[in-house]
């Protein structure tokens, strides 16, 4: 059975990756993309890949779990940044 | 000596850190809150605070500072979003 800390972890999972939905949600729905910089988003994607090693480093799924949702999310807005630039 | 995993770790939260100044530097200077989710700050610093305590139960200092300092600007946020609604 998964311990307790490890649920801990998943919650901790959930609630920050949900509160990163919303603003994937809007730059999809609006494809407004000027509030997004390249720099930003370059940035991001390298610290979450970093975590990700990071997780598998140190075996801790919550870990590996959430950044590997979150990067996907973040190539996402990186796609739409790349795609919706000249509107 | 701090480990090589340890390293990678204190690289990630610099970076995912990092990306998340612009936000709290654009609204303390356009004091423009409209777009903050009051709903998805509560989300998100509950996930941080969640990702906080996992932290110290797994004893992983650069997950501990990564959402020590990532919470401050989390409640940084919720205090424009509160002090600046009326605009």
Do not use: H
Request: proline fraction near 3%; charge should be positive.
């Amino acid at each position: 059975m998964t311990n307790p800390i490890e649920i801990l972890g998943f919650v901790a999972a959930v609630l920050t990756t949900t509160a990163f939905l919303p603003q994937v949600y809007t730059t999809w729905k609006t494809k407004s993309v000027e509030g997004l910089s390249l720099t930003m988003l370059f940035i991001f994607i390298s610290g979450l890949l970093c975590w990700l090693v990071y997780g598998f480093l140190i075996d801790s799924v919550p870990i590996i779990l959430a950044n590997f949702v979150t990067v996907i999310l973040g190539f996402l807005l990186l796609f739409f940044k790349i795609r919706y630039k000249n509107r």
